[in-house]
């Protein structure tokens, strides 16, 4: 148990498909993360959520879409994504975003197959 | 620019003897340095870090890690390797200037032989 939850954790996907991943964190913490982790590559990080506002946008496609509701919930929703974006995601939280010092929380991730 | 460079890909260790993961770093400030663990099929699990004080940080499950600013290094190690202790390790810098993020390597694989 992470205190930080994904669902689902396998996803397979066609490229017209619309379907989006959930993350929860039960941690109390301020800020969330999606981070991309493809083979051979650093772990990406797509976006950053601190009190429910986007606070950074990695030149994401337009087909990556987030949302944060509230500061325990986080989801990416993904339409007409491609092959080469089948990867494992990964959600993360830490308590706040501007302290240098914290430690970023993962969950397990969800890995995505699109075809 | 920050990066972090982990030189080996895959590291090979009897079970029982000592294990070091290399880890260097390239920062413009003060670094923030970090280890997680990924076993198969799982996300990142926190290890350890090293903010201030002391240049070895002891963690989790035994491992602990040596910061050397000289070398710009933070390579993590453990006495004693366990085969369970196989798995895909990853070093990583945060600054406190910029976009305040995590900066990874690209991963190194250990296995641990029996």
């Known amino acids: 148990e992470t205190g930080v939850t994904q669902t689902p954790r396998h996803l397979v996907m066609g490229m017209t498909n619309k379907k989006s991943l959930k993350c929860e964190q039960h941690?109390?913490?301020?800020?969330m993360y999606w981070y991309k982790q493809s083979a051979k590559k650093p772990l990406e990080l797509m976006f950053v959520?601190?009190?429910?506002?986007?606070?950074e946008n990695n030149s994401v496609p337009s087909r990556f879409s987030p949302e944060c509701p509230n500061s325990s919930h986080l989801f990416l929703h993904l339409h007409t994504l491609q092959p080469e974006d089948s990867a494992l995601y990964l959600c993360?939280?830490?308590?706040?975003?501007?302290?240098?010092?914290?430690?970023?929380?993962f969950g397990e991730g969800s890995w995505l197959t699109v075809v | 620019a920050q990066s972090v460079a982990q030189p080996e890909d895959q590291v090979n260790v009897a079970e029982g003897n000592p294990l070091t993961v290399k880890c260097t770093y390239s920062?413009?400030?003060?670094?923030?340095l970090f280890w997680y663990v990924q076993y198969p099929n799982r996300g990142l699990q926190f290890l350890l870090k090293?903010?201030?004080?002391?240049?070895l940080v002891k963690g989790s499950y035994g491992f602990e890690a040596e910061f050397n600013k000289s070398q710009t290094s933070f390579h993590l190690k453990k006495p004693s390797a366990l085969v369970s202790d196989s798995a895909l390790y990853f070093c990583?810098?945060?600054?406190?200037?910029?976009?305040?993020?995590?900066?990874f390597g690209t991963g190194t694989r250990l296995t641990v032989i029996p």
């Open positions: 993360a939280s830490s308590q706040d975003r501007k302290r240098t010092g914290n430690t970023i929380y």
């Open positions: 941690l109390g913490h301020n800020a």
């Open positions: 959520y601190s009190l429910e506002e986007r606070v």
């Open positions: 920062v413009s400030g003060n670094p923030y």
């Open positions: 090293y903010i201030t004080g002391d240049n």
């Open positions: 990583a810098v945060r600054v406190l200037t910029g976009a305040n993020n995590l900066f």
